[in-house]
């Protein structure tokens, strides 16, 4: 698929792409689908262990993944898809909170998932999403 542009933000971003080979993002029309973003640094990887600082974190890397392929944030997202390890009140009244602060203007659909295992052992929270980007 050479014709979609595919982009990843430095630190984490380019090391899941040269490690994992994929990408966080890609622009396809006037969209932005991103990859599921986990609650890392971005520069280090280091995952938080207190889980309402690694689902913000999330949120933070999903603003900072679409800005890098070109759009403006949570405030251009209607899909999101979550998955939790594991799906408790806390972690959907971290969510909630974070939709609250990044989406004030609307209200995404949402599409949340309990799972046994993510991508990385620490991790227990991934967030994808799509962006309409006009």
């Not at 640094?41 to 679409?66: M, R, Y």
């Not at 799906?87 to 599409?111: C, S, Y």
């Amino acid at each position: 698929m050479s014709h979609l542009q595919y982009y990843n933000y430095e630190g984490v971003g380019e090391q899941n792409k040269e490690n994992y080979w994929y990408s966080q993002a890609v622009r396809i029309g006037d969209r932005i689908e991103c990859a599921g973003q986990g609650g890392w640094d971005p520069k280090t990887g280091e995952i938080h262990q207190e889980i309402n600082a690694e689902i913000d974190q999330a949120f933070e890397n999903v603003e900072l993944n679409l800005k890098n392929a070109g759009g403006k944030g949570w405030e251009q997202v209607f899909r999101v898809n979550s998955y939790h390890i594991p799906l408790d009140n806390e972690a959907l009244g971290a969510m909630v909170r974070n939709f609250k602060k990044w989406m004030p203007g609307h209200q995404p659909i949402w599409t949340c998932v309990g799972v046994p295992k993510l991508g990385q052992d620490a991790m227990r929270v991934e967030i994808e999403v799509v962006a309409h980007v006009p």
